[in-house]
């Protein structure tokens, strides 16, 4: 094909698609198209794909793991309120405290949304839960010793996240959050905003 | 005759250029990395011309070329990781979810001595193969390519498309551009490790190139080293204070790290500059929703969904907001769109969301979940 054949080619294909193929100015930058569903097609998804398999790298692909991933929910049963672990925000009517953030860390490096339940204790040992919150003092966790993450000073010991069903997948990959957010400083964050702030001290 | 014929050509291109744009309307291209064959060592030249060629197309009036971190992104997703072929049929899919009527492929050949390009844009609307863009450097660099790609197009376009490197590539350094482009490849192969020593020394060559910058946050952010990817990305902010990309992921680095309100100022600064990415404004919703600002993360998600409907995850957020506040019109309507968009996926989610719970008896509800989807 000669070139000026090309370009009368590129002319005709230029007048065909300025029908379909055309985009309005405010579409053009960045504008994704149709189809966008959740797993991998935006930055921010694809860094925190990244994140999760770098944190999670190794972790047994448990029947209750994978089902609370490919479910997108990962249920948190938390004690009675007990501020400022766990409560019931005036304002907002939502769960908060510091194991509400806590355990929306490990929602989120499993890629999952946290539904947290407050006093959804004996829910969990029930079995319901994924992950279930044991305060300092209580019996250990049902089918396993739990991962440790809060010491109280005031001798009652540790404070455990527990696997619902002392799941191992699950038990694993709450350990490999919480030596995420130990390493990255950001229980530390997590910490001072709630006991520091408050005076607390464990 | 000939060269009547080329201005004849030239001259019809520009009218119907002119023709589609009227009232803001833009052709619209993908133009694919140019896969390395036989190159050993030289994958990092692909990736360059084809941002290059891109550049040209977003600073050419009358088009728009999608972002290659999109085409990229959305290839993987297809199983097609970078510097690995993909057919056409997956290119003409990818095209036609992005709303283009233009592709631009190929690959090629290099070594030491010398570098065979074989590209072509095709009309995929038609079928037609617009032009061949096929030629041979000996030896080569990587800008002589570049130059010898911008030649032709201007030849086929018939106009003079842009030529200033700071301006098309981000930098004016030579040295600065190849080592970046030769991270970039590092860690798109996945060794992002060894790639950080490339991208260092483009950011020493050339301290104003916010692009090694940005690599450099992504790469540590990625790898949770969340301190000095906010080191690289502040300095990317400090550079480039209008780059949308350096706020947004300033601010997601800022979100991982629990400091919401800093995360929450750059957001506001990505979405102020770039206001068509809904990724931006999702994470924007995301950093409100979590500071209990229901309105405003609201607010948020229907931007999302505004700017691309197709969005699933957009919706059932809008859903998730409108039943914390107990609107069950809202989640109705917000959960119709998102399993319409994300199907059964989000079908599966609902089952186990206890945020629905008090809707579960609901009629519409129960036909929601009843609904047979793929």
Redesign the interface.
């Given at each position: 094909m000669t070139r000026a054949a090309l370009a009368a080619a590129l002319a005709a294909a230029v007048v065909a698609f300025g029908a379909v193929g055309c985009a309005r100015r405010d579409e053009a930058r960045g504008a994704p198209g149709r189809g966008l569903p959740a797993g991998g097609l935006t930055l921010s998804q694809e860094i925190l794909g990244k994140i999760s398999a770098r944190v999670l790298d190794g972790v047994p692909q448990t029947p209750r793991l994978r089902q609370a991933r490919e479910s997108g929910v990962l249920h948190v049963a938390l004690s009675p309120s007990e501020p400022p672990f766990q409560y019931v925000d005036g304002d907002t009517g939502a769960p908060a405290g510091f194991n509400v953030d806590l355990a929306g860390e490990i929602a989120r490096i499993l890629g999952v949304k946290s539904n947290v339940t407050i006093g959804g204790r004996d829910d969990a040992s029930g079995e319901s839960a994924d992950v279930y919150f044991a305060g300092a003092g209580e019996d250990a966790c049902a089918g396993g010793e739990g991962t440790p993450y809060f010491y109280s000073g005031r001798g009652k010991g540790w404070r455990r996240i527990c696997a619902g069903g002392g799941d191992e997948g699950v038990a694993e990959a709450v350990g490999r959050v919480l030596d995420y957010l130990n390493e990255t400083g950001i229980y530390a964050r997590l910490y001072r905003r709630y006991f520091h702030e408050a005076g607390e001290h464990i | 005759m000939?060269k009547l014929?080329?201005h004849?050509?030239?001259l019809?291109?520009m009218a119907?250029?002119l023709?589609?744009?009227a009232?803001?309307?833009?052709?619209?291209?993908v133009v694919f990395d140019f896969t390395p064959r036989q190159a050993k060592g030289y994958e990092w030249v692909g990736p360059a011309l084809a941002e290059y060629v891109i550049a040209l197309l977003r600073g050419a009036e009358g088009f728009?070329a999608v972002?290659r971190?999109?085409v990229v992104?959305?290839l993987?997703?297809l199983g097609y990781p970078p510097y690995t072929a993909s057919p056409l049929e997956v290119k003409d899919r990818i095209r036609e979810?992005?709303?283009?009527?233009?592709i631009v492929e190929g690959d090629y050949d290099a070594d030491r001595s010398s570098l065979r390009f074989r590209g072509s844009?095709i009309?995929m609307?038609?079928g037609?193969?617009?032009?061949?863009l096929q030629f041979r450097l000996s030896p080569f660099t990587v800008f002589d390519a570049q130059r010898e790609l911008r030649s032709r197009l201007e030849?086929?376009?018939?106009r003079k498309l842009k030529n200033d490197m700071r301006e098309l590539l981000g930098t004016g350094s030579k040295e600065a551009y190849t080592e970046f482009c030769m991270g970039r490849a590092l860690y798109e192969s996945g060794s992002g490790a060894e790639a950080g020593a490339s991208l260092e020394k483009a950011a020493g060559a050339d301290p104003s190139y916010v692009a090694p910058l940005l690599l450099l946050g992504?790469i540590n952010?990625?790898?949770?080293r969340?301190?000095t990817a906010l080191k690289h990305l502040q300095k990317a902010v400090g550079e480039a204070p209008e780059n949308p990309?350096a706020h947004?992921l300033l601010g997601?680095t800022m979100f991982?790290?629990?400091?919401l309100d800093g995360a929450q100022e750059h957001l506001r600064a990505a979405v102020r500059l770039?206001g068509?990415?809904?990724?931006y404004h999702?994470?924007s919703g995301m950093v409100h929703f979590?500071n209990?600002e229901?309105e405003s993360a609201l607010g948020e998600f229907r931007r999302v969904v505004e700017?691309?409907?197709?969005?699933?995850?957009g919706w059932y957020k809008i859903a998730?907001v409108h039943s914390?506040r107990m609107e069950e019109e809202g989640v109705r309507s917000a959960l119709e769109k998102a399993i319409e968009?994300?199907?059964k996926?989000v079908q599966?989610?609902l089952?186990?969301?206890?945020?629905f719970d008090w809707l579960r008896d609901r009629t519409w509800f129960k036909a929601l979940m009843r609904r047979r989807l793929r």
């Open positions: - | 000939t014929l080329r004849a050509a030239a019809v291109v119907s250029a023709i589609a744009c009232e803001g309307a833009e052709r619209r291209v728009s972002e971190a999109v992104r959305r993987a997703r979810e992005l709303g283009a009527g233009v844009i009309d609307e038609t037609e193969l617009v032009s061949n030849k086929e376009l018939g992504r952010l990625e790898e949770t969340f301190e990309e947004f997601y991982f790290l629990r400091v770039k068509a990415e809904p990724d999702y994470v979590e209990g229901l700017l691309d409907p197709g969005f699933a995850e998730v914390h968009t994300g199907g996926d599966v989610r089952e186990k969301d206890r945020d």
